[in-house]
């Protein structure tokens, strides 16, 4: 059982490069989340998925695309990244219902030059 | 709108002493309240959950609806203590979207 697993850890980009984040959880938890961690500023959702089929922005959504494959995977897409993307993804899942924490993976470092 | 304040970027306490690591919210409804800790590199882990009303690694954390505060204490810190701290809050809304505040950088001196 691994929980939340997030392909690549690391990578550098060229400005205007394309690249989508990876991430799947084993839990058969429904909803699925991506948030970016900035210093100073914690961590801000870029987009959930409440469910298989359905996505929505969050707080900072702009620059970013996302797929819900299927239960188990929810992808980020950046189509032409930007030096103020650089920052750190995590994904995170969580059963439905109240007072269910989120789990989170163990995150992507990226890097835009 | 729902906001989550950490007022404390960094907090240095030596070892053995009490640390409070404050959290203030505002929320019109009936929030549901969260302690997350990332250790150094590592991914975000649940520390509390204000239903649970638990100690876990000897940290507490009550909910204070008059104050609006959801403060983490510790008796006697401990060096494995040293982490980031977020403090979030959930609002229902959404898939039940979790907001952060901006966290606050815990180091035990030993």
């Known amino acids: 059982n691994a929980g939340v697993t997030q392909t690549p850890k690391f990578q550098v980009l060229k400005t205007g490069q394309s690249m989508t984040l990876q991430c799947a959880q084993d839990?058969?938890?429904?909803?699925m989340y991506w948030y970016r961690q900035d210093p100073g500023m914690g961590l801000r959702l870029i987009y959930y998925s409440a469910s298989e089929g359905t996505t929505d922005k969050g707080e900072v959504p702009n620059g970013y695309n996302v797929s819900r494959l299927n239960k188990r995977e929810f992808s980020l897409r950046l189509e032409s990244a930007a030096p103020s993307q650089t920052s750190v993804y995590f994904c995170?899942?969580?059963?439905?219902?109240?007072?269910?924490?989120?789990?989170f993976g163990d995150g992507t470092r990226l890097s835009i030059l | 709108a729902q906001r989550v304040t950490q007022p404390e970027k960094l907090l240095s306490v030596f070892k053995g002493a009490p640390v409070e690591l404050k959290c203030n919210y505002s929320y019109s409804g009936s929030p549901e309240l969260f302690w997350y800790v990332q250790y150094s590199r590592q991914r975000l882990q649940l520390l509390l959950r204000?239903?649970s009303r638990e100690s876990i690694k000897g940290f507490t954390a009550d909910l204070n609806k008059g104050e609006t505060s959801f403060h983490l204490k510790k008796p006697f810190a401990q060096e494995e203590d040293s982490a980031m701290y977020y403090c979030?809050?959930?609002?229902?809304?959404?898939?039940?979207?979790?907001?952060f505040g901006t966290g606050t950088r815990l180091t035990v001196i030993p």
């Open positions: 204000h239903i």
């Open positions: 839990m058969n938890h429904n909803s």
């Open positions: 979030a809050l959930s609002t229902f809304t959404g898939a039940n979207n979790l907001f």
């Open positions: 995170a899942s969580r059963f439905p219902g109240t007072n269910q924490p989120q789990h």
